[in-house]
T-cell receptor, first 117, second 115 residues
Framework: AQTVTQSQPEMSVQEAETVTLSCTYDTSESDYYLFWYKQPPSRQMILVIRQEAYKQQNATENRFSVNFQKAAKSFSLKISDSQLGDAAMYFCAYRSATRAAGNKLTFGGGTRVLVKP | GAGVSQSPSNKVTEKGKDVELRCDPISGHTALYWYRQSLGQGLEFLIYFQGNSAPDKSGLPSDRFSAERTGGSVSTLTIQRTQQEDSAVYLC?????????????FGPGTRLTVL
């Protein structure tokens, strides 16, 4: 079974600065998808960014970018120019590309991001 | 509405009672998922439905938990004889299908408290 680990329970960042959230995962599969979801106090999970494992190029979405290291099984999220609205819980998630494995997301434990004005 | 909706938003029940949680997915989404978010266990997959295929129930923690999806749309998660350890936020999500890096769109969740 796959596992996802987020080693930082909480990270604090000054507004306009950059913060990097770490995520490692364990899998024997070669094809899979990785996601970062944001969960604000409203509880509604919002997709931040996604990465297909077969793509070497790191995904970017505006101020959000990832550093995907397949061999190291690492998938970190960088938030640049942090804004107050970025304050939330961030979850790293894994999904197998194998149909037999199902379509479920396996989540890490989450990292709380605090943004200081 | 444009997003996934869930009801009720909050539910308080007594130990031993049955509860039903409802999820309305985004129109046209063929896949629907239930997850549970609790302090002790984090975010866990419970069950998912895809079209007319048999659901994947591999995440259901016990036979007290069941779910159905009527008409390929609305889903109900039922917990029978609730226990205090069932207290959690139950999240529903839907997606267009299963292919590729499909985004799962989440609802706001139902917070269940078992006294």
């Amino acid at each position: 079974a796959q596992t996802v680990t987020q080693s930082q329970p909480e990270m604090s960042v000054q507004e306009a600065e950059t913060v990097t959230l770490s995520c490692t995962y364990d899998t024997s599969e070669s094809d899979y998808y990785l996601f970062w979801y944001k969960q604000p106090p409203s509880r509604q999970m919002i997709l931040v960014i996604r990465q297909e494992a077969y793509k070497q190029q790191n995904a970017t979405e505006n101020r959000f970018s990832v550093n995907f290291q397949k061999a190291a099984k690492s998938f970190s999220l960088k938030i640049s120019d942090s804004q107050l609205g970025d304050a939330a819980m961030y979850f790293c998630a894994y999904r197998s590309a194998t149909r037999a494995a199902g379509n479920k997301l396996t989540f890490g434990g989450g990292t709380r991001v605090l943004v200081k004005p | 509405g444009a997003g996934v909706s869930q009801s009720p938003s909050n539910k308080v029940t007594e130990k031993g009672k049955d509860v039903e949680l409802r999820c309305d997915p985004i129109s046209g989404h063929t896949a629907l998922y239930w997850y549970r978010q609790s302090l002790g266990q984090g975010l866990e997959f419970l069950i998912y439905f895809q079209g007319n295929s048999a659901p994947d129930k591999s995440g259901l923690p016990s036979d007290r938990f069941s779910a159905e999806r009527t008409g390929g749309s609305v889903s109900t998660l039922t917990i029978q004889r609730t226990q205090q350890e069932d207290s959690a936020v139950y999240l529903c999500a839907s997606s267009l299908g299963l292919a590729g890096a499909q985004e799962q769109f989440f609802g706001p969740g139902t917070r269940l408290t078992v006294l």
